[in-house]
């Protein structure tokens, strides 16, 4: 029996723990990664072992839910569509979020 097969007002567990999320530069070289550890109710993100930001995971998880998003931006972090790809600014560094990354962030949150 699955939570879907339960009906509509018996929410799905929510799903908490460590992801991480493979990024690229602008030349299509892998950039490393951006790890993120989802919570309840936020989201904190690190890179190269430094704390970027905490967003709110609803905040995220409706944006990310947007057909054509304007930029989702907390602190010195932002989150944009461009050109059909997800990316995530932090200070003068962007990189895009890989389609698999992506896909699995949007099933988890």
Known sequence: ??????????????WTGRLTLE???????AAGDLELDVRLDTIRMWRQGRELTVVDR???????GEAEPDPYQVEDTSWSVELDRTYITSGDAAFWVTPESLSLLIQVI
Request: with cysteine; hydrophobic share 40%.
């Open 1 to 14: 029996m699955t939570a879907h097969s339960l009906g509509p007002d018996v929410a799905r567990p929510i």
């Open 23 to 29: 990024l690229r530069n602008g030349r299509n070289w």
């Open 58 to 64: 609803d905040c995220l998880r409706s944006w990310l």
